[in-house]
């Protein structure tokens, strides 16, 4: 395991090569399937898959990009 502080009590980890996110019990909220993401900001975490960036949210779901 490889352990990011994060927010609201959620914490990035990796195991396996593989990133997700757990509560401070050690439970899996998002499983450990994502080869890089970043923290969480505004709710939505940002990872590239085939080369096209992408959006989850906490429940795991993709979601639109936010673009400025």
Known sequence: FGLLDEEDGWIRAKKNGKWGWIDKNGNI???FRYKNISPFVNGRATF????????INKLGFEVPLLRN
């Not at 590239?48 to 959006?55: S, T």
């Open 29 to 31: 909220k998002i499983p």
């Open 48 to 55: 590239f898959e085939n080369g096209q960036e992408k959006n």
